[in-house]
């Protein structure tokens, strides 16, 4: 009888089988290349733009908040609201309205006129008036007032269309300094005229108008013209 032979062992099974040593080598890379990945993820940098971890940051206090008190919502009539009417909300039902003149509830409020400054009392007043006339000529007066509480001198100014002062002089009193111009002449006072005290200037003209083209005492317009 024969007796069967026995598989080879150890290296001469691997010399008769290579197709083993192909496939443990296909395995052991394998492993390395999922070692290998598995390693470069873990030390990857991080991708462009992405932020670094966060440090822990110590919880804040909390403040305990205080209650604010929200207003009411304005009441609106059934039917009317400040969107369908085309009024804003100040001026709807239930709130101020915003014309000045109309009370909280619609009713007109009384408006002050604005006061009006009563006019200026000029502290010398004048009149002018034409005391004698003649062939060639007349003779022309401005008496004046003084309506202040102090004594004060004065300044009348006459102008004319043509003519020539001949003379003038303040009936009573210290005579003042005469300024002729070629249209009229200017007269200053010499002396103060008392609180209620009353001066005439008088003046002869030649060749003039009898009613002068301006008058005016302490740049005041004159009555009588």
Known sequence: ???????????????????????????VMVVLLIVALGAYRGRSPAPDGA?????????AVVVPSVPTSVPSPV????????????????ATAGSPSADPTVGPVGKP???RSPSRAAPVQPAMTGRYRV????DGGFIGEVAMVNTSVRSRGWTVRLEFSGGRLVTAWVEGVPQGTVRQSDDGFTYVSGV????????SLRFHMERAPSTPR???????RCNGL
């Open 1 to 27: 009888m024969r007796r069967v032979p026995r598989p080879p062992h150890g290296p001469v099974a691997i010399a008769t089988s290579p197709w083993i040593v192909v496939g443990a080598g296909v395995v």
């Open 51 to 59: 932020q670094p971890p966060a440090l822990p940051v110590p919880s």
């Open 75 to 90: 009441p609106v009539l059934p039917g009317i609201s400040g969107r369908a009417s085309g009024l804003p909300p100040s």
């Open 109 to 111: 409020t009384a408006t």
């Open 131 to 134: 005391v004698q006339s003649f």
């Open 192 to 199: 103060e005229v008392s609180p209620g005290g009353s001066v």
């Open 214 to 220: 301006e008058c005016t005492v302490d740049g005041v």
